[in-house]
């Protein structure tokens, strides 16, 4: 297809292919500005074929060339372009609303709300119905029957089945403890939890979320997309630090890791929370986490005021709304499911062993007597309740759940467990995030990081304690 020009240059353009004998395509790049053809032309008659058109046109030959293209283009256009009147889709319309905050702020509160209740019902009914009948029947029967006929007694079968008679979250054995933990209470949780975050992502409402929070987040010294590494972290927080690898600055990364050690707990902490604290309403697990939301945004703000360095501006990519492909769900859930048991299960094994030769050897008791007196008077909490906030740097869920036995004796009140709670949210990650710490921060920055959250769970520990002192 031949591209005709209007009469003047079409007949500048003959005149100079027939004194050059050079093909129609050079000459046209020649009048379009291309040296490489230009110097095939010689100047006196390139310039007088071009004499004309220029004065008419009171402009360059390159600058009328190109006006000439783009006519071009747009009669093309024309020619084959065919425009439809087209309503926007129901699935259009919902996109629009949830980016805009007067809509999508209220209706990301409900989406929020929506997935903790169905976290909870989900959940909830899968451990205490499934699970516990399980593991307090078969699985225990089982289990012991195994274990005593090998090990009637001593280190090794303390260390398989832990404390006799103590409940499966107390006893701390790897095959009563370090099985129904992550199986029993953290498996439902985090099942459930992987199902709707990847439903939410193979429809398209996380990025729109992350253009929601952009804003709020820029007030901490981050980006909306920071919202996926919290999101994942809610889940494991292996996998939420390794995500802040899509920030593009280390001081953002810094930032992010030293938030999600210190205010976002991740399922297994979460489900163990529930178990304990859910029993005395829900407005007391809303008063866990109110403190370590504000928590989050005081220790951003903090951060944002004392490290330099400015927020880069980037564009985030919103897809449109599609239905989810439940293939595709089914998959992705796997797989994230699969690095929870690769990266967190091991660890709960390597944590309640540790435990169990300190607590054998009675060096956690030691500990526990030392610190007792300077820790219990600023925390508020009694001597049983320090040895749980000490094993917390090797598993916080099961540090967390042998609050439950200390409220169910009356040696703490729901004042206390909040305490202690919380405090086990924010002092330190779990040994498998500190290890993607180590990986992602280095040594320096990591030991940073973990004086940050040690200063700022004392702190906060203190200050509650005061409150709740008041409050009594």
Not at 162 to 178: D, K, M, N
Not at 375 to 400: C, M, N, Q, S
Not at 406 to 427: C, E, P, R, S, T
Request: aromatic letters at 10%; one cysteine or more.
């Amino acid at each position: 297809m031949q591209i005709e020009f209007e009469p003047r240059i079409e007949r500048a353009i003959k005149s100079i292919v027939q004194k050059t004998g050079l093909p129609r395509w050079q000459v046209v790049l020649a009048l379009e500005g291309l040296e490489e053809f230009k110097k095939k032309i010689p100047i006196d008659i390139f310039t007088k074929s071009i004499r004309q058109i220029e004065q008419d046109h009171k402009e360059q030959i390159e600058s009328i060339m190109l006006k000439a293209r783009f006519g071009q283009a747009g009669s093309i256009v024309k020619r084959v372009q065919k425009v439809h009147h087209r309503h926007p889709t129901w699935l259009e319309k919902f996109g629009d609303i949830t980016v805009k905050p007067s809509t999508g702020i209220p209706l990301a509160f409900l989406v929020l709300y929506g997935i903790f209740y169905l976290f909870v019902t989900l959940a909830g009914w899968i451990t205490d119905k499934i699970m516990v009948p399980f593991f307090e029947g078969p699985y225990d029967k089982v289990i012991h029957f195994i274990v005593e006929s090998f090990f009637p007694q001593g280190f090794v079968h303390d260390i398989l089945l832990g404390t006799s008679g103590a409940g499966y979250l107390e006893s701390l054995g790897l095959l009563t403890t370090g099985v129904f933990v992550p199986i029993g209470v953290v498996l439902p949780a985090v099942l459930i939890f992987y199902v709707i975050l990847t439903l939410l992502e193979d429809v398209g409402y996380l990025p729109r979320l992350a253009v929601l929070v952009d804003s709020i987040f820029h007030k901490i010294g981050l980006h909306g997309y920071s919202i996926i590494p919290v999101i994942l972290a809610f889940g494991c927080n292996v996998p939420g630090a390794m995500a802040s690898r899509i920030l593009e600055t280390k001081r953002q990364r810094f930032v992010v890791l030293t938030l999600l050690g210190i205010s976002v707990p991740c399922m297994a902490q979460t489900a163990v929370i529930l178990n304990i604290i859910g029993p005395f309403g829900v407005e007391w697990v809303v008063v866990v986490y109110g403190i370590l939301l504000c928590i989050f945004v005081g220790a951003g703000s903090l951060l944002n005021r004392v490290l330099p360095g400015e927020t880069p501006e980037i564009a985030i990519e919103i897809p449109p709304y599609r239905l989810p492909r439940f293939s595709n769900l089914g998959m992705k859930a796997a797989l994230r499911l699969q690095r929870f048991f690769l990266d967190a299960v091991p660890w709960v094994f390597v944590g309640i062993l540790i435990v169990n030769v300190l607590y054998t050897l009675q060096i956690t008791k030691i500990l526990s007597d030392v610190l007792s007196p300077s820790l219990g008077g600023w925390l508020g909490l009694p001597r049983e309740a320090i040895y749980p906030l000490l094993i917390g740097f090797l598993r916080k869920d099961v540090a967390t759940g042998l609050i439950a036995p200390l409220l169910n004796k009356g040696i703490m009140d729901i004042y206390q467990a909040i305490i202690a709670v919380v405090i086990l949210a924010v002092y330190f990650p779990c040994v498998a995030t500190f290890v993607v710490f180590l990986k992602e921060l280095g040594i320096k920055d990591t030991l940073k990081s973990t004086l940050l959250m040690i200063a700022t769970a004392l702190g906060v520990g203190g200050l509650l304690n005061l409150i709740f002192t008041m409050v009594r």
